[in-house]
């Protein structure tokens, strides 16, 4: 979820975590920006910078915003003009535009946890009659790409892996196979998809783990990528147990 921080106090309006601002689209803006060129002053540069960082940062979080009167408003507050609200209606403003976006970002994250989960069971129903796919108990699904022959760890060890994480459409978030090095943790301070599947391998082997949103982030997801109540997939090759 995002979030809106109120700074009035400190003399600037912060939203979502920086600057209340979107990038002007009119036709005499885009003019001034074109006529700024590297010859341009320090000053010019170091204004449109500050103002492009200000917007770019914001057009996600404030896709709504006046940007006529976000620049009055800047340059009122800029040249210490009396401003055209009080402090009070602008808190009040802030804060009501704050209320409704959060009311907006729950429902749209509770309607994308929902559709996570319908279209993530059905993936695992027939993921699940697929030759060679295995389920466990606890919903794990999981595949033997190559079996290992070495040690199997407890859920206690430490283990050193190279691994692809994809969502179920094939978008991988995270691997660090690209990262060309392997990673080294606690079996038992992972996700619980992970602690149960890899004490089905052994050294030198490599799984493809299917992975229920409740045996990985459940409904809050992680990150940017991994949505709530999403599916995983996890390619796994087991290098090392270490006790």
Not at 44 to 53: A, C, D, E, M, R
Not at 79 to 102: F, I, N
Not at 127 to 134: D, E, P, Q, R
Request: glycine content about 12%.
């Amino acid at each position: 979820m995002k979030k809106i921080v109120l700074g009035l106090t400190c003399g600037v309006l912060s939203v979502y975590g920086t600057a209340y601002a979107a990038p002007a689209k009119s036709t005499s803006n885009s003019a001034a920006a074109s006529s700024l060129t590297e010859k341009s002053s320090e000053l010019q540069k170091v204004g449109y910078s500050f103002g492009y960082i200000m917007g770019k940062s914001n057009t996600e979080s404030v896709k709504d915003l006046d940007v006529n009167t976000f620049i009055q408003g800047f340059r009122d507050g800029y040249a210490g003009k009396p401003a055209s609200l009080t402090e009070e209606q602008m808190k009040a403003a802030l804060l009501e535009y704050k209320h409704r976006q959060e009311a907006q970002d729950m429902k749209a994250f509770e309607q994308q946890g929902k559709l996570n989960a319908d279209t993530g069971a059905k993936f695992l129903a027939e993921n699940a009659k697929k030759a060679g796919v295995t389920t466990t108990a606890s919903g794990l699904q999981y595949e033997v790409i190559k079996q290992g022959t070495g040690k199997r760890p407890a859920a206690t060890d430490k283990v050193s892996v190279h691994y692809e994480g994809k969502l179920i459409d094939g978008t991988v978030f995270d691997s660090s196979i690209d990262r060309g090095e392997p990673v080294t943790f606690p079996l038992n301070q992972v996700i619980t998809g992970w602690t149960e599947g890899l004490q089905l391998m052994q050294e030198g082997g490599k799984y493809r783990f299917f992975i229920p949103a409740k045996l990985g982030y459940g409904e809050t997801g992680a990150g940017n990528t991994i949505g709530p109540n999403s599916t995983l997939i996890f390619d796994v090759e087991l290098l090392k147990v270490e006790e």
